[in-house]
């Protein structure tokens, strides 16, 4: 009888957590230029792997900063459907003093969770579908041919990932996308999100007089800078809580009542917002569920401002300038760069002609959605399902990872977030840790999603 | 024939110049720790120099800081009337490097300047007062019976002197009570400033979550605070520039149509505040013209605000909290206390239940006001134009200088501002003076003011 993929995994379930805690030892860091050489290491480790498990091409390719991973293996055929898998072997500081139990890049087990600065971000859920390959590869049994781009900079932003990614559009070329770096609800309720939001960040600043006045030499007579950019904040937003801002909710694709009863499945109960916030009463769009208005809705929000004197006691001046920092989270289908011109239009609009004012883009990113209609979707819905013995739920995420959207407005593919950590997992936090039971599991779900999607 | 009080101030303009450069020669900075024993340096030469011009009681009296000089002269019998002359002898720090062409504490005369720190803020102009004195004094013709209060803490805000004035009312008793601190139009136009505003200076915060948010995670379902903050900011103003706080303008005395025909005849005109604004177009209620609105109306300043982040490039928080420095310029016969009152509960009653909010009040100053039709301003109105040949013209100041409503307020007592200064004297920068003219006009006004108030 022949051997299984999922026989061989559990077989070697030891080496595998090993192995993993080999690249978890590298402190691949790569916001730290102290930490050039161990990131370059990391990436080393991580292809030699992708090498011993039998993928055909294994490249270590530069960019403008730290290299990609890349490796492929076509055996499958060219009818079979082609995946491409993207993680991240970089990590986030960490520094015992920071509050660590345990050294961060010694990894150990306490109470099944392995305790590691990257065991779940990313380096825990990448290796999974590396293990997850290598039990296929060795059981002659994979029904897809395999991508893999490993990148070493998602801790920093990923700076150099999209010009990479356009430059080699064709090397990349694939049926379906997936990432695992994102968190399911709960360690007995896997759940996929199929959509997160984009981004469009900008600053405003408003100048009204040539330099600091005295308050009592020119105020009355001088319409205050910082007066008239609270007047502007204040009406980009009506009184429901919605975005004040013409053709703002042009592009955005409602949320249908299928959609709406499916989210309302996966939805955290108000106790935990509350606990999560502290608000004493909830703000918003009142024809929306809470878990609406961070999914499914696009915002306005004001990450800060700032203007003359705020430090102790008093200083009267009437300041001649002030700024803001504000930025729209995005839902598909909206489109950064025309959200930030209708702001900044809006703004101007609204600015009077007793102050100046001025608006930048400083970062945007495009919202992503896969419809879950998908096949890849339904795949990893049943990958799930075989993986941990219940049905996913589907989410939205409030938040950005901008490569979800950058892999599918250039591959033109499906991109499947098929997380496999926790909210709890700490990840940018001391004790950041990784379930061993999601670990294998893991495992055992990107080899069924390998094989869903080969059927 | 008697020597006149103005021959003896003439003959001995000399020695006058060289024993105000004495004086200014004692770096008394009041806000440097360094500096005390020169303050207290000065406190004692300008106690000699009363005691020298046959004051009868000279006493430097302690306070919690720098001592008070004071000196009295009640020579002209009971009948007459009582005149107390307030001055500092501090002065702000000054250092040559700060751009100054000569020592700041070795004064020299260019161009019929004398130039030096105090020699116009406030040294120059209280010692034209007490060689007034003692031209009065050594020709045997006071009219008046004098008191001087000079005290050492005025360049950091006073913080002794009320309760200083408080504890010695009786001491202080006067009919009339006379500043020389202030400014004139120009060195050819003389005029009397009779009001100030004064100052309710407070602080509100808002908060919303416990802790700084992910813009991502839980934007759309958190009021921000910034946003709230800058909703109750836009909320405090009328559309016409008026202040949108119920009860705000109920005590304001208002400009009578003689009034505000006398201000407009010293009001500068609107390229002034042009060049020294350089705004895009002015701001302020329409029905008041630009002096006017900073004179003689109230306002309501935003001196800065803060919340999240506003450094270079984007942070995607959602912040916790927001704060704003508020202040009120206050006019006749408003009361500092009631306005933070009303301010207070206007932004309670504007703040949601979706934040919480807090106003503290951080500073306060009666406004101060002197009716033009006062006798003490007529006899001030008529020595200025014996001193300067040329009738003054009257002013509103915007900014606030506590000790005038102070000594209204404590001493039931008209006070005078009779300014020997200019506006460009740089009192508080560097090359800062006074010019010789101006030092012996003042002699002879104060003279001349002291004489009509005795008839």
Not at 131 to 154: C, D, H, Q, R, Y
Not at 426 to 434: I, S, Y
């Amino acid at each position: 009888m022949m051997t299984t993929p999922h026989d061989y995994a559990r077989t070697h379930a030891d080496r595998f957590r090993q192995q993993l805690f080999e690249l978890l030892r590298i402190p691949s860091i790569s916001t730290d230029p102290q930490r050039v050489a161990d990131v370059q290491r990391a990436a080393q480790w991580v292809a030699d792997d992708l090498r011993r498990i039998g993928m055909q091409r294994v490249d270590i390719m530069p960019t403008a900063g730290h290299p990609v991973v890349y490796a492929e293996w076509q055996g499958a055929g060219e009818n079979a459907p082609t995946v491409l898998v993207y993680g991240h072997y970089d990590v986030q500081p960490a520094e015992l003093e920071a509050g660590w139990t345990s050294d961060p890049f010694e990894p150990v087990i306490r109470d099944g969770r392995i305790y590691a600065r990257g065991s779940s971000d990313d380096k825990g859920q990448a290796f999974a579908h590396v293990k997850a390959a290598e039990s296929l590869l060795a059981t002659g049994s994979s029904p897809v041919n395999l991508k893999f781009l490993i990148e070493g900079e998602e801790e920093i932003g990923s700076p150099n990932l999209g010009a990479w990614v356009r430059e080699h559009r064709d090397l990349l070329r694939a049926d379906v996308c997936v990432i695992s770096d994102t968190s399911i609800l709960a360690i007995d309720q896997p759940s996929i999100c199929y959509a997160l939001r984009g981004l469009a960040y900008m600053e405003v600043e408003v100048w009204g007089p040539k330099q600091d006045l005295h308050s009592g030499g020119f105020g009355g007579m001088v319409h205050n800078p910082a007066q008239a950019l609270a007047e502007i904040i204040a009406a980009l937003h009506n009184p429901d809580g919605s975005v004040a801002v013409p053709g703002f909710y042009d592009d955005v694709l409602p949320l249908s009542d299928d959609e709406r009863a499916e989210l309302q499945r996966s939805a955290a109960p108000e106790s935990y917002w509350r606990d999560m916030t502290g608000v004493p009463q909830f703000w918003g769009e009142p024809a929306y569920a809470l878990h609406e208005r961070v999914g499914g809705r696009p915002t306005l929000e004001i990450n800060g401002f700032v203007s003359g004197f705020y430090g102790a006691g008093s200083k009267t001046v009437l300041p001649a300038k002030a700024l803001a920092k504000i930025s729209c989270r995005l839902v598909a289908n909206q489109n950064p760069r025309r959200i930030f011109e209708l702001v900044r239009d809006q703004i101007a609009r609204l600015t009077p002609p007793t102050v100046r004012s001025e608006v930048r883009l400083i970062a945007e990113a495009f919202p992503a959605m896969t419809d879950p209609r998908e096949p890849a979707i339904q795949a990893a819905s049943a990958a799930y399902e075989k993986g941990w013995g219940r049905r996913p739920l589907f989410e939205r995420g409030g938040g950005t990872l901008p490569i979800m959207a950058d892999l599918q407005r250039e591959l033109n593919v499906p991109v499947v977030l098929l997380g496999f950590g926790l909210r709890s997992d700490g990840a940018h936090g001391p004790d950041e840790h990784f379930s061993v039971e999601m670990f294998h599991k893991g495992i055992d779900t990107a080899i069924y999603f390998f094989e869903e999607l080969g059927k």
